[in-house]
Every structure is written in structure tokens, then in C-alpha cells.
């Protein structure tokens, strides 16, 4: 059984085809990347494996359970999900409240929109702490959620999305925004992730070759709502695959197993 399963996969929106023919297997404790250019359909594939969308037409497995066969309210608690391009649904709310980051963390235990303090004992309060400091984010816990940095921001959300202990955590573009140190903060804290947590799947979807960590086992390349490649990190970031998965001659380098790519002057 796969973490994730696609299996001939279409999504059509007012007439437009966002996603086409697409057939996806996402192995348990792997850790994928999603690259392609802007409109290929990378985040509504995202949105498919998250549980907040179902195919137009096509099968859609998530932790063996088949998008339309199952509530989906229980299947999400298994899936972590951070995306960068929306804030939280509670952050306005909890911004209010004058939360701390050790709040907003509290409340992805329960999923609510502001905090529900009867439901959480010792034993949440301390997974709380105990994320924040995975995180690198130990020394913010008691700072008000309003006043903290994108970055601290980034750290914190993913933090929250490990509170419900997910098998499967995704991250759209969760760099987006971040200055280098902060981004270089995150990525070192997704590849922590994989060390201390083996069986924990992750899919992060980027723009960027240099925002993939350094732990990504296999990669996936989209184009025009259609997967271009895919399979193992080495074998599908080439400079081959690559550029012409961005329609222009480029350039791929790796250094201790972090990647970059520049265009080629004609």
C-alpha cells in the first residue's frame, strides 16, 4: 500500500484542464519534490493528495482510503498540510487573542479556529513544546504569534501541522517569502524531520531547484497539468528533465546534496 495513489487522474474547472492523465505513487516515509513552471498544475495535485479536492474523473488513495468512499474529516487528521500562499484559518482570530506560537501549535492538536483549552492536558501542552523545539523554534514559544518573522511563521505552521501527528506532512511553497537565512532555517528543519521521524512522508512543492532538501529521495515534474517525469531525485533532476520542464536550456549543479540550476547563455 502506498502513502499516496493516483490512478488516471483528471481536473477540470470551468472547462479548464488543471490536471490530465495522471498516475502517481507515493511510496510511505519517502520524501518527494514537485518542481515545474507556474500553472503546471503542481498544487492542485497537492490539493489531491491532501484530501481538499476530489478528481474530476480517476481514482485518488490516501492512506488507502478512495477520495469519495471515505469521511473525510478523519482522513485529514492523518495528513499535515502547510501552504505558504494561504494563512491559517485561525491566524486572524488568534492574532487577536494575542496568542503565542505555543498556542497556535496547541490548536492543530484539535484543528479548531481558536483554542480549546479543555482538550488539551499535560500531554498536548508538552507535544507542543516538544515541536517547537524540533523546530527550532524553542525560544518562541511564549512570543505572541502577530510579532513573530515569516520565518518564525514558516517554522511555526509546520510545528502546528505535526501536532495531530500525520503520516503524510505536504508543504506548498512553504519557502515563499523568506530571506536566505530563514529559508536555509526551514530547509534544515524539514531535513531534521526526516531523521528523527523515518516513517513520516513528505511532499514539498517549489519553484526553486535550491529550495530542495538535501534528504528528497524522488522528485516530480509537471508541465502543462501533466507529470513530465518522475522517480528517484538523481534520475529526474537533470539538466536534461529540467530544462525541458522550463522550456529553456539550464544548467544543474549539486553540492552536499543540495542542488542549484542557472540558464545557459545561448
Known amino acids: 500500500m502506498h502513502a499516496v495513489e493516483l490512478e488516471g487522474v483528471g ?3 470551468a472547462g479548464k484542464t488543471l490536471l490530465d492523465a495522471i498516475d502517481w505513487q507515493v511510496g510511505h516515509g519517502t520524501h518527494w519534490v514537485i518542481l515545474g513552471p507556474n500553472g503546471a498544475g503542481k498544487t492542485t ?5 491532501a484530501a481538499v479536492r476530489h478528481p474530476t474523473h480517476g481514482a485518488v488513495t490516501v492512506l488507502g482510503s478512495r477520495l469519495g468512499r471515505v469521511d ?3 482522513l485529514r487528521r492523518g495528513i499535515g498540510l502547510v501552504a505558504a500562499s494561504q494563512r491559517l484559518v485561525d491566524e486572524a482570530l488568534l492574532e487577536e487573542e494575542a496568542a503565542t506560537a505555543h498556542t497556535v501549535v496547541l490548536t492543530g492538536h484539535t484543528g479548531t479556529s481558536a483554542p480549546l483549552w479543555d482538550r488539551y492536558g499535560p ?3 508538552e507535544r507542543a513544546h516538544r515541536l517547537l523545539a524540533d523546530l527550532g523554534c524553542k525560544d518562541l514559544a511564549d512570543r505572541l504569534f502577530a510579532v513573530c518573522s515569516q520565518g518564525e511563521r514558516a517554522r511555526i505552521r509546520v510545528a502546528r501541522s505535526l501536532m495531530a501527528d500525520p ?3 505536504l508543504l506548498d511553497e512553504p519557502f515563499a517569502g523568506l530571506d536566505l537565512p530563514a529559508r536555509e532555517d526551514l530547509i534544515t528543519a524539514v531535513e531534521d524531520l526526516a531523521a528523527t521521524r523515518p516513517d513520516l512522508t513528505t511532499v514539498t512543492v517549489t519553484h526553486h531547484l535550491e529550495e530542495v532538501p538535501a534528504t528528497t ?3 516530480l515534474l509537471m508541465r ?3 507529470i513530465v517525469g518522475a522517480g528517484p531525485v538523481t534520475d529526474v533532476l537533470t539538466a536534461e528533465a529540467l530544462s525541458a520542464c522550463f522550456g529553456r536550456p539550464l544548467q544543474i549543479d ?3 546534496g543540495r542542488w542549484s540550476a542557472r540558464a545557459v547563455r545561448a
Not at 45 to 49: I, T
Open 11 to 13: 481536473v477540470r474547472v
Open 45 to 49: 495535485l497537492l490539493s489531491l493528495a
Open 72 to 74: 473525510l474529516r478523519d
Open 123 to 125: 500531554a498536548e501542552h
Open 167 to 169: 503520516a503524510i506532512l
Open 217 to 219: 529521495t524522488h522528485a
Open 224 to 226: 502543462d497539468s501533466r
Open 254 to 256: 549539486r553540492l552536499d
